[in-house]
């Protein structure tokens, strides 16, 4: 059974930093992502990291958030540095195996989904 849980998030102050984790069970994926959520708003792709190591970042993120995956204990998580206001939302984890690199931040080509966790920035 494939399992996607996360940990982390929680309450920062702008310009300061949060850090997610995603322990992955059950099947080993070939791309693993980051996407958020904000009351009201669709659900964005915010980092993704692909067999092969390839990375990919939303432009409103790039230069302030690292997604990283250690291979050893199954994990993918996000370092968040310099968090804006905007950067609140729910984060989910999730994993698939059909998005190419220009599809690997559509949140439609990810079957497999955490339950989300909560970050704040005020």
């Known amino acids: 059974q494939v399992q996607l849980v996360e940990s982390g998030g929680g309450s920062a102050l702008a310009g300061g930093s949060v850090r997610l984790s995603c322990a992955a069970s059950?099947?080993?994926?070939?791309?693993y992502g980051w996407f958020r959520q904000a009351p009201g708003k669709e659900r964005e792709g915010v980092a993704t990291i692909g067999r092969g190591g390839y990375i990919k970042y939303a432009d409103s993120v790039r230069g302030r958030f690292t997604i990283s995956q250690d291979h050893a204990v199954d994990t993918v998580s996000l370092q968040m540095d310099m968090v804006k206001p905007e950067d609140a939302g729910t984060y989910y984890c999730?994993?698939?195996?059909?998005?190419?690199?220009?599809?690997?931040?559509?949140?439609?080509?990810?079957?497999?989904w955490g339950q989300g966790t909560q970050v704040t920035v005020s």
């Open positions: 059950g099947y080993t994926f070939n791309t």
């Open positions: 999730a994993a698939t195996d059909r998005a190419s690199v220009a599809q690997a931040l559509d949140p439609n080509r990810f079957a497999y």
